[in-house]
């Protein structure tokens, strides 16, 4: 009976290094290791001891690709602590800040990094020696998402102007309604984008997913909401560790997420788009039936079609907010340091960021968790690349390291991955 070893010894993911394994014997799949080698970097102890004010800011240096995540996360779970009620204008606006984080990121993801694979093409230098016009359209879209966060948070890359309490400095009237147009023009072209990569030929692959995302009565869930599933569960963001663990494996040095039955789940855009199909907007919802998609999609292939309509919503849900801005007065809410826990998750990109700090009484950082998406899908990404390696034993080593990769990218590599992240050696004995 033949075997083959797949070793991928060096793998650029998200914020970090990793490796894969799989172990073939004959036509069944032995063994399948995904992990995470980067040395642990210790945010989490790095916090203990500082003011309340400095969370948001070392916690956004975790990604470079989707600071807002972390900063609108740790402030919430600020002011949760220390009792500060958001106004509406400001909490409009911090949307309105998110929204560039999901155009950027989204775009970025889908068009530059994920698209290859589809096109049998390595690179998005490729893409545009073939389709110029679908590059120039990405870059454009991108390029809005970057000066969103430049206008309202003081720059594109780990925003400045943004504090617990709201903002050090509300953007001015003119300067948002401007954005209004180049908003809606990109939402026309996000719909473009996504019906164009509608026509891509998709790995034949449904899974019968545990979608976990915030979920809200009123809108697409963004920085706003109760946690809840397509399974039952829905609760207070407080009420997080009631029902999600995080536990150490010895193939990683990143933290799994599970169930507290110790069963994995999937946070990101299917899971948001299956949890609250019916907050999209009529427009978007339209160009998911155009794109094939349902109301729920199971096939993780599709997830760059579920992203590009994340684009298009936060593009009009941008504009409509644009057109109707007022700088919040005042731009801060203060509030006296106090003892307390407080809890804060939003919806980064790659689905939903918790943290929880507990404070001394002078406002101090006693203890921290911060709970990122990637340490909540690893399981299940574990789990797709066993199911779909197994699905796919028949095919030749480099067609299987393909769709491995593939794989790996419907779960969103952050900017610091190659397009070729995947290192393949086969071991044939």
Known sequence: MSERVIKVDALARVEGEGALYLKINGDALEQVEFRIFEPPRFFEALLRGRDYGDAPDITSRICGICPIAYTMSASHAMEDALGIAIPPGMHTLRRLLYCGEWIQSHVLHAAMLHAPDFLGLHDAIQIAGVAPDLVRKALRVKKLGNTLMEVIGGRAVHPVNTRVGGFYRAPD???????????????????????????????????????????????????????????????????????????????????????????????????????????????????????????????????????????????????????GYEPPEPAVIAAPARAGEGHGCTEAPRGICYHRYRLDGAGKIEEAQIVPPTSQNQPQIEADLARVAAANLDLADEALKWRCEQTIRNYDPCISCATHFLKLTVERV
């Not at 996504?194 to 009565?217: C, G, N, R, W």
């Not at 998609?293 to 994340?310: A, D, H, T, Y």
């Open 173 to 323: 009237r003119e300067a948002i309604r401007g954005l209004v147009p180049e908003l809606e023009d990109c939402a026309r072209i996000a719909r473009e984008l996504t019906l164009d990569f509608a026509k891509f030929d998709f790995p034949q692959d449904e899974y019968d997913y545990h979608f976990v995302s915030l979920i809200h009565d009123d809108c697409y869930p963004i920085i706003e909401g109760r946690i809840g599933s397509n399974r039952g569960l829905d609760i207070a963001v407080s009420e997080f560790n009631d029902h999600f663990v995080e536990e150490h494996v010895a193939r990683s040095n990143a933290l799994h997420g599970r169930m507290r039955d110790g069963s994995a789940y999937l946070v990101g855009p299917l899971a948001r788009y299956a949890n609250n199909y019916g907050q999209l907007t009529p427009s978007c919802q339209q160009t998911a039936r155009e794109a094939g998609l349902g109301e729920v999609v199971r096939n993780p292939f599709q997830s760059i079609l579920v992203r590009m309509i994340e684009v298009q919503y936060a593009c009009e849900e941008g504009a409509r907010i644009a057109a």
